[in-house]
C-alpha cells in the first residue's frame, strides 16, 4: 500500500494515462493568434535573461571559442543587383564543384 502512495507522488506521463492529457513542453505562450492569421507578442510574457556585470574573471568559457575569426562569404562572381540567395547564384556555385553549398 506504501508503494502506490509513493507512485501517487511521481509526475505522470503520457503512456500513463488515457486520452486528453497533454504534457506539453514547458515552453509557454509569448502572446496570441490573431483571427488574421498573425500572431500578437504579449512583451509581459516574454522571458529576459539578465547577464552579470562581472564576468571579466570567470573561469568557464562559452561553448564558442573567442579566437575564431568571423567567415566572410565570397561574391565576387555575383552579378550587380544579383542577391546572393537567388537560385541562379545557387546554381553557379553547384556547376563549379559545389564549394560553399
Not at 509513493?6 to 486520452?19: A, E, H
Not at 562572381?77 to 563549379?96: A, F, I, N
Request: a positive charge.
Amino acid at each position: 500500500m506504501s508503494r502506490l502512495r509513493i507512485l501517487r507522488k511521481l509526475p505522470l506521463t503520457t503512456k500513463q494515462v488515457n486520452k486528453g492529457y497533454y504534457k506539453g513542453t514547458g515552453s509557454g505562450s509569448m502572446g496570441w493568434h490573431t483571427k488574421h492569421g498573425g500572431y500578437r507578442i504579449d512583451w509581459k510574457k516574454v522571458r529576459t535573461y539578465i547577464v552579470p556585470t562581472a564576468l571579466e574573471g570567470f573561469k568557464l568559457t562559452p561553448f564558442v571559442t573567442k579566437k575564431m575569426k568571423p567567415l566572410k562569404g565570397d561574391f565576387a562572381m555575383l552579378k550587380p543587383g544579383l542577391s546572393p540567395m537567388s537560385g541562379e547564384y545557387y546554381l553557379r556555385r553547384w556547376e563549379e564543384g559545389g564549394s560553399g553549398v
